[in-house]
């Protein structure tokens, strides 16, 4: 299968690195805006579309905002696809033959990611195209799945409460620990027992602390030591885990 990948953030550079690591999957265009990418590939790289190279499907690993403009900007009779997890097919306008290929996952550019484990939701309007994308999707991943547009903003708003916001949320008891000059390893034990049990069974059951009892005197002592901004997102999810344990 040949591919045309554009984008060199994140994920295009893991993507590239995937592509390259298989016998069966062939990239034979790069494509960005930068003059070199920074990274050393055998693929072929391009500041814009080649269209007497031949492809098969056209990966636009790219920012949400920058699709429609980028779609528009050659014609192919390609499946094109985007991999956004917010984005209708409809953005790949003109192109008729159209999809997505969604891995969800967090990427940075030099991480080492194992692809089989890797979430990959896909959808398309064609069932020989969704045929090809499933063909891809299992090159790299055990885990392919078919969503629909509706299912995946809820996929990606779920995400964002488990990866985005759980980040921030370890990073503030980062600044807190640092703050009272305490190492954060500390709380190494007690975050990856939380995770643990929240991967076996329902989170929700698992749910402890002073917002669940109501404990108003122990919260009002957090909140004393609290910066503004970190006492707002306490008293916001402490109402949250209060309702929802006492509806």
Known sequence: MRI????TGNLATNFLKAFEGLETVLCVQWIGRKANPSRASTTPYFNRFQNDIEVDVCLLAISDDHISEVAQSFETNALVVHTAAAQPM???A???RSGVFYPLQS????QKLS?????ICLEANDKTDLDVLKRLAQQLSNEVHLVTTKQRLHLHAAAVFANNFCNHLLDISQEITSNAALPHNLLHPII???LSRSLESNAKEHQTGPAIRNDKKTQSKHIDILTAEEAVLYR?????IYKTHNK
């Not at 045309?4 to 984008?7: C, D, R, V």
């Not at 990427?107 to 030099?110: P, V």
């Not at 916001?236 to 949250?240: I, K, T, V």
Request: zero cysteines.
């Open 192 to 194: 990856k027992e939380t």
């Open 115 to 119: 692809w089989k484990n890797i979430p």
């Open 236 to 240: 916001a999810l402490s109402q949250s």
């Open 4 to 7: 045309a990948l554009f984008g």
């Open 107 to 110: 990427f940075s550019q030099d």
């Open 94 to 96: 003109p192109h008729k």
């Open 90 to 92: 409809d953005v790949l």
